[in-house]
């Protein structure tokens, strides 16, 4: 049973982001996919044919993490944008943020300022339904920074791929359109899972 990448050319057209940096950017997510994939069957095959004590399925196994976040980030990313986007509601995600940041206009500059950190990365507006709160993280690398048991609400891609085409160096313009194309209504549908 293998993953097959979802189609998102629906978001072709979309203000500030050119067709050229969308493409690139779903094929890179469809190479996470195969890779995904590819991965589950070599691992697969290792189980049967009795090699999971090999330095080999080791590092597979290790692969792995890098491969499926890497697919399932970008499917989180490209799933809570829109064209045009639409405006958050008064409901329970803006209130809660607006509880534990004095605003939610302060929220979003702290999101944003995550972002603008130096490297590469996902920046992620986390929910932890276990201590009821949320967190804004950087996540380093696909598998470097998930807080366990957290819930992805909102994921901006920060690595150079999903800008330099547009933007070249200027992150912050590409954080903007971002922000401006961002689908609230199913990023606030995340929070209720």
Known sequence: MAYEAKNYEHLLGMTGMSDTLLKNHFTLYQGYVTNT????????????????????????????????????????????????????????????????FGSFENWEKAFKAVGTMRGIGWVVLAYDPEGKKLFNLWINEHDVGHLAGTIPLLIMDVFEHAYMVDYGLKKVDYIETFFRNIDWPLVEKRLNL
């Open 37 to 100: 994939n590819k991965l589950l069957d070599a691992m697969m095959n290792m189980v049967k044919e009795g090699k999971t004590a090999s330095p080999e399925f080791a590092e597979l196994k290790r692969r792995f993490g890098w491969e499926w976040n890497g697919m399932r980030m970008h499917e989180l990313y490209f799933g809570n944008m829109k064209k045009s986007g639409q405006s958050m509601s008064e409901g329970e995600l803006k209130k809660s943020l607006t509880h534990l």
